[in-house]
């Protein structure tokens, strides 16, 4: 792999992985089980350098803003590296937020340039936000067919321009990306993610679990999430890897990819891997019985050789067929976004299928905390990766307390936002509002939130408040939404829930029409976003000077509440 | 050129979920949230795309369905593509 202490930014590292291995594969593109498309690192470079010097005869410099709002594909990555090399910054944004979430934070943002994908700009441009993002100047989508309506976008494809682009320095503390950790119903939380945090998070990871030429990483969460920005572009391209898109994420077509690409490796949200887990267990359920024994036991044997370290070898011999379906060559399932089941992680590792889960946050530049499999632990998100300094803040008498952070791969800060900055990171120390400790081994144990929020198994970050917006008006005479483990602490990660809490005017009655009204709200919002059920509270929310709900004490209230009685299921 | 009407498109997608959840006959209707009456996730939200698509004979994005929830607005999509 490239030495990235040599190097000041994102775009000197990708350019010079572009020189080093020029015959290498760097991307495969598959849809729907059909290859499209395979590019070399020379190829990429070519497809770029237009990308780069159309974007620098419309101006864009160095600290410009970029923004992407791409399925997982070939040309996010050209085009992201086309922004870094001149120096801009890139905005990655969710493909899958609603179009005028998107352009809440394209405003927010404040970029000048969106590079799109045309179904979804045909979507964007339909949206009536489009006039907020004045600061947007132009717009440039990928795949429109010849004769399309571009409404005011230019074809990406037809970026042809005659001269070569000039590569603009960075620094290491000049701002890379701003990635949106959360925030579209209230305050946006724009991470803004320098060229060292990159730098540093990558070293770290791949000192653990390494990429090189003719690795193979499989592409399947979003690459503006943070986790696929490192392990599915930058890691594999500083390390002369490839990495493999599929423009469809329906099951079948992962599980086919596996082993039609002889994948190395894989993040996965636990959603994702549970259901992997029910594909696989289902199979193994309709064996005859006397192969399920044999399997059971094979499966025993696996897992007392494989007690102290995986032994990949060992486990692809002894269930040949289960190593198969993955392609036989796959090194390890990393998992984060959010917190896995401790049983689902031993599914796999029983079956010779490495499993490293961690714990990160996007404020931290990724992944703090990674298992390293010696032992394999299901029951812990792993040890500091190299250069992090985790420490658990006001301990409590089980050493329970604030999980903090101090790293070079910590944010600069929330975009235009001082105050929430001041509050998140205190002294150099980023302040994440989990609930951990360490063993006596040096593993972290997660044991809930401070914050209230929840993550959900799509490793989705809702924070309560931006729910909110859509029960305004609601008939009520108060009501505030909280994550259930907020107001009640359950020292578990599982099972988190957003409950709607209602004050009801005097007289008046919770009726099945007002039951009914909060339910079709709640289906305006996103699957993963919405309530799960309802509180009545009786008394008065308690207020500030300026009319706010004090969520702190409101919630210390509620907890008096008998969980399991309080909560009316939506 | 279409030969189902927007009902016809809507009844089908009933129909096959009622399969594929193997719910009782009748008990969906257009305007449910599919995913609180079928008790299911985003994944296999996509696999019940997936069957539609090869029931329909169409290719429907992935970005297509983000944020849609109900039988009414997925038949809608699908019908345009028909």
């Given amino acids: ?34 290859e499209k498309q395979r590019l070399t690192y020379r190829q990429f470079r070519q ?26 594909q070939s040309k996010w990555l050209i085009s992201a590296y086309a922004i ?61 067919p010849e004769n399309a309506d571009m409404a005011g976008a230019h074809h990406w494809e037809e970026a042809q321009p005659v001269n070569a682009p000039i590569f603009v320095p960075q620094q290491r503390r000049d701002i890379a990306c701003i990635v949106y950790s959360s925030g579209t119903g209230g305050t946006p939380k724009g991470c803004m993610m320098t060229h060292e945090n ?46 493999v898109h599929l423009r469809t994420l329906r099951p079948e077509y992962v599980r086919e990819a596996f082993a039609k690409y002889q994948i190395t490796y894989v993040s996965l949200v636990p959603l994702v891997l549970k259901n992997l887990q029910r594909g696989l267990q289902a199979r193994f359920d309709k064996l005859p019985a006397p192969k399920r024994k044999a399997l059971e036991a094979v499966r025993s044997i696996n897992r007392s050789l494989t007690k102290d370290r995986p032994r990949p070898w060992l486990s692809r011999r002894l269930l040949g067929q289960v190593h198969s379906a993955f392609g036989g060559k796959l090194e390890a399932i990393i998992v984060g976004g959010a917190f896995t089941e401790p049983q689902t992680l031993q599914f796999f590792y029983d079956l010779g299928i490495s499993v490293a889960n961690g714990y990160g946050l996007t404020e931290a530049g990724t992944a703090v905390t990674v298992n390293d499999l010696k032992p394999f632990r299901a029951d812990t998100v792993g040890k500091p990766l190299p250069g992090m300094e985790v420490a658990i ?43 951990g400790r360490f063993d006596p081994s040096g593993h972290l144990q997660l044991f809930g939130r401070k914050k209230n929020m929840i993550v959900t198994e799509e490793g989705k970050n809702v924070y309560a408040e931006d729910v909110e917006q859509v029960f305004e008006n609601l008939l009520v005479k108060e009501f505030c939404v909280f994550a259930a483990n907020f107001i009640w602490p359950q020292r578990s990660m599982m099972n988190e829930k957003l409950l709607l809490v209602v004050h009801l005017e005097p007289g ?63 | 050129m279409c030969m189902r009407t927007i009902e016809q498109t809507t009844q089908e ?70």
């Fill in chain 1, 84 to 144: 870094f090399f001149c120096g801009a910054t890139l905005v990655p944004l969710d493909f899958k937020l609603k179009p005028e979430e998107q352009w809440q934070l394209l405003k927010h943002s404040g970029a000048k340039i969106l590079i799109t994908e045309f179904g979804i700009w045909r979507q964007l441009s339909a949206s009536p936000g489009r006039a907020a993002a004045a600061n947007l100047q132009a717009i440039y989508a990928t795949e429109a």
């Fill in chain 1, 508 to 570: 008046q009655a919770f009726t099945e029409e007002l039951k009914t009204e909060i339910g079709a709200r709640n289906s305006w919002l996103i699957n993963y976003k919405r309530v799960h059920g309802i509180v009545l509270y009786h008394e008065d929310f308690p207020l500030t000077a300026s009319l706010k709900i004090k969520r702190g004490e409101l919630a210390q209230r509620l907890a008096a509440l008998d969980r399991e009685k309080s909560i009316l299921p939506l």
């Fill in chain 1, 1 to 34: 792999m490239l030495d990235l202490r040599k190097y000041n930014s994102v775009g000197e590292a990708l350019r010079d992985a572009l020189e080093t291995w020029p015959t290498e594969v760097c991307l495969i593109e598959s849809d729907r089980g059909e």
């Fill in chain 1, 47 to 72: 497809q770029a350098l237009p990308i780069a010097k159309t974007l620098q005869d419309l101006g864009i410099a160095a600290g410009d803003r970029v923004a992407i709002i791409m399925t997982n």
């Fill in chain 1, 393 to 435: 803040r006001n301990p409590d008498a089980d050493g329970i307390g604030e999980v903090t952070v101090r790293s070079k791969t910590v944010m600069a800060g929330y975009l235009n936002e001082p105050a929430l900055t001041a509050e998140t990171i205190v002294d150099g120390w980023l302040r994440t509002g989990d609930m």
């Fill in chain 2, 13 to 82: 997608i009933l129909e096959l979920a009622t399969k594929q959840f193997k719910v009782p006959a009748g008990s969906l209707a257009a305007g449910d949230d599919f995913y609180g009456k079928l008790g299911i996730d985003s994944l296999q939200a996509l696999e019940m795309l997936s069957r539609l698509e090869n029931h329909f004979h169409i290719e429907l994005p992935d970005y297509e369905v983000q944020g849609v929830s109900d039988f009414k607005t997925l038949a809608e999509r699908i019908q345009a593509r028909l």
């Fill in chain 1, 198 to 243: 990159y730098l540093e998070q990558c070293m770290a990871l791949t000192s653990l679990y390494p990429f090189w030429p003719g690795v193979r990483y499989l592409s399947i969460l979003p690459t503006n999430h943070a986790i696929d920005f490192m392990v599915g572009f930058f890691g594999p391209f500083t390390c002369g890897a490839a990495v």
